[in-house]
Structure formats: C-alpha cells, structure tokens
C-alpha cells in the first residue's frame, strides 16, 4: 500500500483558513487521493478526493501538487466542528480497503 | 436514505464470552468493511465482504474472529472468546462499486 506522511498536530484558530498537508512521494498513476476526518467518538467522514486536478466542494478544498507528490486539504474557516483527526488516504477510487495512518489532530481555538 | 446503521453503539462482554456487531449498510450498497480502532490507536483494516463472500480478509486475526455479509440482513463480525486486547471501537463502512466509503458510528466494545 502505497504511505502517505502527515504532521502529527496543527492549530488553527477559529474562522481562519487551515492547510493539512500530505506528502505521498511514492504515489502511483492510478491512485485517488482521498481526505476523510474523524471528529471525536464518531465514525471516519469523508471530506474530498481527488487525481489531478484541484477539487472543491461544500466542506474543503483538494490542492494537488503539479507532480502529484504532496496535496494539501484547506478549510476555508475553520470551526470548531472542524476540530478532528484528518487522515491522507492513497487509494484506486474503487472498491477497496482504506489504509489509515495516524492523521494530522487538527485543533481549532475559539 | 439512512446512514451505516451499528449496533449496539456500546457493548460490554466478560472474557471468555462472545460478541456479535452488526451493521446494516446503506440501501444499494454492497460492498461492507470492517475496521478496528483501539485506543490511542489509527483505523486498522479487518476485512471486506460483499453478499455472501469475503473479499478480503487480510487484516482478520487468525483466531477467534469471524465476519459474514449474508443475502439477507446485516453484516456480521463475531469475536470468540474476548479478551482484554479486544476492547476497541469497531467501525463498519459500506460503499457502492466505485467511490466513496461511508462509515456507521462504531460499536464500542468494553471485555471485563
């Protein structure tokens, strides 16, 4: 599987931009880069996903390097519902398991 | 449309007793996984089920656990036996052929 690299913690403070990077050098052609958080005693959450192309929809903002070494998700303002752990995930895009690393611990103070 | 649906949210077992989670994955979904999350700890991957098959069990222990995906009703994962070690948060997530996996809340097992 191939690995992906995350700093273990990040602050923000409320209603300001946040950029989780990721780092996955070892990245295939085919993988999908896919973002899921998970917020306290609750089950993953998808965020966003993409290949290429830099995505967007209504929770973040997918930013993919140009040789698809590193990603970087961004809030646009931050919440404090947006405090989580927020995991880098390498992925096909199909059906498959998701291989989870220990994700970057986003704090959000008020 | 209703969300992955486990339960029970909480479960507590005496060693040596057994533990049944179940999960209902969304409607049209067929595709049912497992994951493990002890404290402190990342999602680790259990196994991967469609109806009536295993798909993958690579991240199954080699005892004591077992996962079915019936044609009718929900999702299974069984653990023989509990010990200590297997108090976790167990995860199941269901997805369509392609995309996106969506996870329930978690069963919370507790072995005393």
């Known amino acids: 599987d191939a690995k992906t690299t995350q700093p273990n913690s990040m602050e923000s403070n409320e209603e300001e931009p946040v950029h989780l990077p990721c780092n996955h050098s070892t990245i295939s052609g085919t993988d999908y880069i896919h973002w899921y958080r998970q917020l306290p005693s609750q089950g993953p959450e998808y965020v966003i996903h993409?290949?290429?192309s830099n995505v967007n929809n209504r929770m973040a903002s997918l930013a993919i390097a140009e040789d698809r070494k590193s990603s970087t998700l961004i809030l646009h303002r931050a919440t404090l519902r947006d405090a989580a752990v927020y995991y880098c995930i390498l992925g096909q895009g199909g059906s498959e398991k998701l291989v989870f690393g220990k994700g970057t611990k986003l704090t959000v103070n008020p | 449309n209703a969300g992955v649906m486990q339960n029970p949210r909480h479960l507590v077992r005496r060693r040596g007793q057994e533990a049944r989670l179940r999960c209902s994955p969304m409607?049209?979904?067929?595709?049912v996984y497992w994951y493990r999350q002890l404290p402190e700890e990342g999602l680790k991957f259990m196994v991967y089920?469609?109806?009536?098959?295993?798909?993958?069990e690579s991240g199954m222990p080699k005892e004591r656990f077992s996962a079915e995906f019936p044609k009718e009703g929900p999702s299974i994962l069984r653990i023989q036996q509990v010990v200590r070690g297997d108090s976790a948060a167990y995860f199941c997530?269901?997805?369509?052929?392609?995309?996106?996996?969506?996870f329930g809340q978690g069963t919370r097992l507790t072995v005393v």
């Open positions: 993409g290949l290429t």
């Open positions: 409607k049209g979904h067929s595709h």
């Open positions: 997530a269901s997805s369509p052929n392609t995309g996106r996996a969506f």
């Open positions: 089920l469609q109806k009536e098959n295993i798909i993958d």
